[in-house]
């Protein structure tokens, strides 16, 4: 395996929704599983996992097969986020940091999702809280945000990009994930890849990595991961995030 170099640059990337169930979990797969086989070394993982571990298992599973990251690495499991602080999360990120492989994470909910707050003494009261920008800013991490390839993903990615913006966070790129069958015939009828990037670069300033279309080989849930890398390969600006974090590949 060959290994990624950075030139003082990021060794780790955050893949960030715009809601729940908008692809991040194939995306992220899928780009690491990418980046591998195009000779970097790269880890996939989702170490905060919000409701039960059990109802994770079947992404966790699918997240390791794709992108081969070994199970078992330090995950924080929010049933009760009330009382955890946002050091835990910081903590959380930095033990599943590797200087030599770059690490992708995924993070929970979308953008502005409340991941953590903090009560008084009494515990009658929330003082204080922080979403998943807190958390990104926090720990300096750059990252690509992704929504559902759907009518309204101009809207969902201008919002939740100006908003990362707003907390200080990087955006690395933006990506759109069909995560249904024809979902995106609506927007592409009404404008070309060209003209939606364009759109997207004016408003966010960041570039649009692609869309990764819909394959019923490709299936979180029973776990199959098909022609995942294929296909990311294919649709995704690769490039511009190896640019962006300033990888090359030593042999």
């Not at 070994?70 to 599943?96: C, F």
Request: net charge neutral; glycine share 8%.
């Amino acid at each position: 395996m060959q290994t990624a170099k950075r030139k003082g640059s990021a060794d780790c990337l955050a893949i960030v929704g715009t809601e729940t169930g908008c692809g991040k979990t194939v995306l992220l797969s899928g780009m690491a599983g990418a980046l591998r086989e195009q000779g970097f070394k790269t880890r996939a993982m989702k170490p905060f996992i919000l409701g039960p571990r059990r109802a994770a298992e079947q992404e966790l599973s699918f997240i390791s097969s794709v992108s081969h990251t070994p199970l078992g690495y330090h995950q924080i499991i929010v049933e009760q986020s009330k009382g955890l602080r946002d050091t835990s999360w910081h903590n959380a990120i930095n033990q599943n940091r590797d200087g030599d492989s770059l690490t992708l994470l995924e993070l929970p909910g979308g953008s502005a999702t409340p991941i953590c707050f903090e009560e008084n003494q009494s515990e009658t009261k929330v003082v204080a809280w922080q979403d998943t920008a807190d958390i990104l800013a926090n720990a300096d991490l750059p990252c690509i945000l992704v929504a559902k390839h759907g009518a309204d993903a101009i809207e969902q990615l201008v919002l939740n990009a100006y908003y990362l913006t707003m907390r200080r966070v990087f955006v690395l790129g933006l990506a759109t994930v069909e995560t249904s069958t024809g979902m995106g015939l609506e927007i592409e009828n009404q404008m070309t890849r060209d003209d939606f990037a364009m759109a997207l670069f004016s408003r966010t300033g960041a570039p649009y990595l692609g869309c990764i279309k819909y394959s019923i080989s490709i299936s979180v849930p029973r776990c199959n991961q098909g022609n995942l890398i294929k296909l990311t390969t294919a649709s995704l600006d690769l490039l511009t995030v190896l640019k962006a974090l300033n990888l090359t590949v030593s042999v």
